[in-house]
């Protein structure tokens, strides 16, 4: 082994307090060991059996989840190379609203066994071609695999199907409830053209106390509070938005006004009071019945709204008021004054309710046949941690109808789709020459870490799983050849193995079973984006040959609290 020289050293090139890591200081080992240490911990996380993470943040906020985005929003992550693959979950959250974990587990797996073929003396740039090669092929062979599609988006029964194992593995137990919730307020917003979907359209107001199965969607909005005035309630009426305060003018200027006697006092407040009077009273006759104030509502004011019998509500959200303006159609003026018919929105029910001790306002549209603007999911449960949670599982769920509405194809889920790329990328790889082939094999069976984590969480013995789902595939991709001269009859029974996958119940002796006869199937999309954006950012990892950190910004940090103030 020949000795290494010392190179030019950097002194005097960058500012004092400057770090550098090199490629000699291992610098890529380095950066993939952090990675792995981030993918571990959401790791367990994984599936249906996936254990909960208590985060407290910076600002000592508790989130108890098992949802990746979630977690690593939540720490705050500084190392650099463990800040692309965060980056690479946040960009799938975005895109799909599912699969977090899929991605950071993945590229968390792809570098451990880069590390393997670093130590055997590749070089990291026959790697990143491997997976590259492995990729491409990757999402070819992930095409195939589709088992089912959504053919009517306006189905319940077809939509929760395709929810159930997304909300499944974030809620396993309730997800046939949360999964026809989602369906249904999906379904009350859903536009003529399914690809217009806004995903902002379906609300989700949490109530604690009651159970789950309490939990409903109301076609409309829903708001934590009660109306201000004594009118709590209105039928068929027509709705007015301000953003402006509800009360007597603001002079720009300040004056002074000389007043001689009592009776000029008595009608200066007087003329302010007919003022406002006049300005309620017009409201009044233009039709309106309902008042929503985006400011500020005056006493004056809400004394004159309560005596025409106007329904008067605060919100002082203006994205809140933004949504309710989408609900009732109305637009929101900025000035006090009688709106013109066209800005003017319109409301079927506003009603004051009692959940849970909690009393709420509910813009309600009645009319079953139209489609509303937004509908709200009512949400009921023991705990405020519990409540979020399952706020999140929901979530994800209204994201992946976004994606079905792009991409309606279905593969089977239960880490079944893994296992088969993980057998038909190994075949590539034999049929791959030269260096690369070590990395497409490396990149195969990083596939493996999914249904092996599937099967751990459940107390499963992994390693006994793994192998018999590796038989069932084996046997239908050694099949498939003799498949094509053999008659259907006997086909038939071949037909089903590649589709087997974990029983996460154990309800089977063999611990697998079929994941398509159990209705256990994962959006194509999800996956397509998962692998991509684990390779990439995989990738990205592996290419980083050098690190260098500049000082951080400001002076030396303020003294501390002296820990010895209470000694005489």
Not at 353 to 358: K, S
Request: charged residues 25%.
């Amino acid at each position: 082994m020949s000795l290494s020289m010392p190179g030019p050293s950097q002194a005097g090139l960058f500012k004092p307090g400057y770090q550098s890591h090199d490629a000699e200081d291992g610098a890529v080992i380095r950066n993939i060991e952090a990675c792995q240490a981030i993918s571990k911990t959401v790791q367990t996380s994984l599936g249906p059996y996936g254990r909960n993470k208590i985060v407290i943040n910076h600002l000592q906020k508790m989130v108890l989840t098992s949802d990746a985005a979630t977690i690593l929003r939540e720490l705050d992550v500084v190392h650099p190379a463990a800040k692309l693959l965060v980056m690479a979950s946040q960009q799938q959250d975005a895109e799909v609203g599912d699969g977090t974990n899929l991605v950071i587990i993945l590229a968390g797996e792809l570098l451990k066994k880069a590390e393997e073929l670093l130590r055997m003396g590749l070089k990291t740039s026959d790697i990143t071609q491997g997976y590259e090669k492995a990729q491409n092929y990757a999402l070819k062979v992930l095409e195939e695999l589709e088992v089912d599609r959504l053919k009517e988006m306006r189905s319940q029964t077809e939509l929760s199907k395709a929810l159930r194992t997304v909300v499944a593995s974030k809620q396993s137990g309730t997800e046939d409830l949360l999964a026809s919730l989602v369906a249904e307020a999906v379904l009350a917003v859903l536009p003529k053209n399914p690809v217009n979907f806004n995903v902002d359209n379906v609300r989700v107001v949490k109530i604690m106390g009651g159970s789950l199965e309490q939990s409903r969607v109301i076609k409309g909005m829903v708001f934590g509070r009660e109306p201000d005035g004594t009118i709590k309630k209105a039928r068929k009426a027509k709705v007015g938005v301000f953003s402006c305060p509800i009360d007597i003018s603001q002079t720009e200027t300040k004056g002074t006004v000389l007043l001689k006697n009592a009776q000029e006092m008595l009608d200066f407040s007087k003329g302010e009071e007919d003022r406002l009077e006049a300005a309620i009273k017009e409201l009044y006759d233009s039709g309106l019945r309902v008042v929503v104030a985006g400011s500020s509502v005056g006493d004056l004011a809400l004394h004159y709204l309560n005596r025409f019998n106007i329904l008067v509500i605060k919100i002082l959200s203006k994205f809140e008021l933004r949504r309710l303006c989408r609900v009732v159609g109305a637009t929101p003026l900025a000035r006090l004054g009688a709106p013109m018919p066209d800005e003017m929105g319109s409301v079927d029910i506003v009603e004051t309710t009692e959940i849970g001790g909690d009393r709420v306002t509910v813009f309600r549209q009645e009319d079953a046949n139209t489609v509303t603007r937004t509908a709200t999911i009512v949400l009921r449960g023991a705990t405020q941690n519990h409540l979020d949670d399952v706020e999140r599982a929901i979530d994800d769920g209204v994201n992946a109808v976004k994606a079905i509405t792009k991409d309606p194809r279905l593969v089977p889920g239960a880490g079944a789709t893994e296992i088969q790329l993980v057998e038909k990328i190994s075949a590539f790889a034999d049929k791959t020459p030269g260096l690369p082939q070590y990395a497409i094999r490396k990149y195969a069976e990083a596939f493996e870490v999914i249904p092996r984590t599937l099967a751990e969480s459940a107390g499963l013995d992994a390693t006994e799983v793994l192998s018999r789902l590796y038989t069932a595939h084996h046997r239908t991709n050694t099949g498939a050849e003799s498949e094509e001269e053999s008659e259907e009859g006997s086909s038939e029974e071949e037909e089903p193995y590649w589709t087997t996958g974990v029983d996460l119940e154990a309800g089977s002796s063999t611990g697998t079973l079929d994941a398509v006869d159990e209705g256990i199937l994962d959006l194509m999309a999800s996956k397509s984006w998962a692998i991509r954006l684990a390779s990439e950012s995989a990738r990205t990892v592996l290419s980083v040959d050098q690190i260098i950190v500049a000082r951080q910004a400001g002076g030396p940090k303020p003294p501390g609290p002296n820990p010895n103030w209470d000694e005489d």
